[in-house]
T-cell receptor
Framework: DTAVSQTPKYLVTQMGNDKSIKCEQN?????MYWYKQDSKKFLKIMFS???????INETVPNRFSPKSPDKAHLNLHINSLELGDSAVYFCASRDRTKETQYFGPGTRLLVL | GENVEQHPSTLSVQEGDSAVIKCTYSDSASNYFPWYKQELGKGPQLIID?????GEKKDQRIAVTLNKTAKHFSLHITETQPEDSAVYFCAASSHGQNFVFGPGTRLSVLP
């Protein structure tokens, strides 16, 4: 069974559109993250949610909004998509009492 | 904030040789240092980690060393195999918060 899953795996869309990426973890973790990996492979944290509360927002544009309907899900909504948003977005989760993060398979977003 | 540097950016070794990747960090409060392997088209997978109260940790062909005084840690892979080819990332964290990743090392193991 997949521990951290993301949908969709690929997302191709036009500039200006609004899109969402979904993440689910079945590990019972209480902390979830969104990372962005650019074309040079740099991995940068965007958001962290702990028990449905945002605890990190690394100066991400407010066009990006994470939403956590429950502890097992952390979705990422992106409004007014721009060319520079093209990247791979990874979801990750962690048990708050341990440090290890588990990553999802990634969502490859291409904005045309 | 924390800054993590990683070298080299690319590394090619012959199958059977050893590979070493080095990272430095800036925040002395960091106490957890994981290493991730990312294969093409996949998410990063944890391969080994070390905490600041330990100087070295080994798991079969993989080992990590940590020098807290110098603020650097290294990944050592012995007897490399073609399936070790991937991008490797180091990271630093303080008590599991605020993970900062290095820029990655693309390792190629040549048969």
């Amino acid at each position: 069974d997949t521990a951290v899953s993301q949908t969709p795996k690929y997302l191709v869309t036009q500039m200006g559109n609004d899109k969402s990426i979904k993440c689910e973890q079945n590990l019972g973790h209480d902390t979830m993250y969104w990372y962005k990996q650019d074309s040079k492979k740099f991995l940068k944290i965007m958001f962290s949610y702990n028990n449905k509360e945002l605890i990190i927002n690394e100066t991400v544009p407010n066009r990006f909004s994470p939403k956590s309907p429950d502890k097992a899900h952390l979705n990422l909504h992106i409004n007014s998509l721009e060319l520079g948003d093209s990247a791979v977005y990874f979801c990750a989760s962690r048990d708050r009492t341990k440090e290890t993060q588990y990553f999802g398979p990634g969502t490859r977003l291409l904005v045309l | 904030g924390e800054n993590v540097e990683q070298h080299p950016s690319t590394l090619s070794v012959q199958e059977g040789d050893s590979a070493v990747i080095k990272c430095t960090y800036s925040d002395s409060a960091s106490n957890y240092f994981p290493w991730y392997k990312q294969e093409l088209g996949k998410g990063p997978q944890l391969i080994i980690d070390i905490r600041s109260n330990v100087g070295e940790k080994k798991d079969q062909r993989i080992a990590v060393t940590l020098n807290k005084t110098a603020k650097h840690f290294s990944l050592h892979i012995t007897e490399t195999q073609p399936e070790d080819s991937a991008v490797y990332f180091c990271a630093a964290s303080s008590h599991g918060q605020n993970f900062v990743f290095g820029p990655g090392t693309r390792l190629s193991v040549l048969p």
